[in-house]
């Protein structure tokens, strides 16, 4: 085994990596995946089921989402969780969307309005369960 092919084959993907890093914060990088998703703060924030205050504060880098919300947002972004996390690989854009994305961003839209409407029918009957059980006593 030729060491030296070796070697020269790390570097060379190490040098890569390097090219393609975004130096951007994992809050920056969050936002601009956000809003080339199309997604604003607060909708995006409710379809995670945090609140927009959170959502603020990794996006300003003053604190810092878990590992299983960092994927799940990587997902819904349609962004490589590489990417997210590290700035390695290519980074969102919205003048490269094709179509197809435009139309998943508008069924995004359109599911986390259907959320709040759910969270606003499940509020309610859960006041009319309350009501019923007190009328019974």
Same mark, same amino acid.
């Given at each position: 085994?030729? $060491?030296?092919?070796? /070697?020269?084959?790390?570097?060379?993907?190490?040098? *890569?990596?390097?090219? %393609?890093?975004?130096?951007?914060? $994992?809050?920056? +990088?969050?936002? +601009?995946?956000?809003?080339?998703?199309?997604?604003?703060?607060? !909708?995006?924030? %409710?379809?995670?089921?945090?609140?927009?205050?959170? $959502?603020?504060?990794?996006?300003?880098?003053? /604190?810092?989402?878990?590992?299983?919300?960092?994927?799940?947002?990587?997902?819904?972004?349609?962004?490589?969780?590489?990417?997210?996390? *590290?700035?390695?690989?290519?980074?969102?854009?919205?003048? !490269?969307?094709?179509? /197809?994305?435009?139309?998943? +961003?508008?069924?995004? +839209?359109?599911?986390?309005?259907?959320?709040?409407?759910?969270?606003?029918?499940?509020?309610?009957?859960?006041?009319?369960?309350?009501?019923?059980?007190?009328?019974?006593?």
């Amino acid at each position: 085994m030729d $060491l030296s092919k070796t /070697s020269a084959a790390k570097r060379s993907a190490r040098e *890569q990596i390097a090219v %393609n890093a975004d130096n951007d914060t $994992l809050g920056g +990088r969050l936002s +601009r995946a956000r809003e080339a998703a199309g997604l604003a703060p607060a !909708e995006f924030a %409710n379809a995670l089921g945090v609140r927009k205050q959170t $959502l603020a504060a990794w996006e300003t880098d003053r /604190s810092e989402p878990r590992a299983n919300r960092l994927i799940r947002m990587a997902i819904m972004l349609n962004v490589n969780p590489a990417w997210l996390i *590290q700035g390695i690989g290519p980074d969102p854009s919205e003048d !490269e969307a094709p179509a /197809s994305i435009a139309r998943i +961003r508008k069924q995004m +839209r359109r599911l986390v309005d259907l959320q709040g409407q759910m969270k606003l029918a499940i509020a309610g009957m859960a006041e009319n369960l309350a009501r019923a059980e007190k009328e019974l006593r």
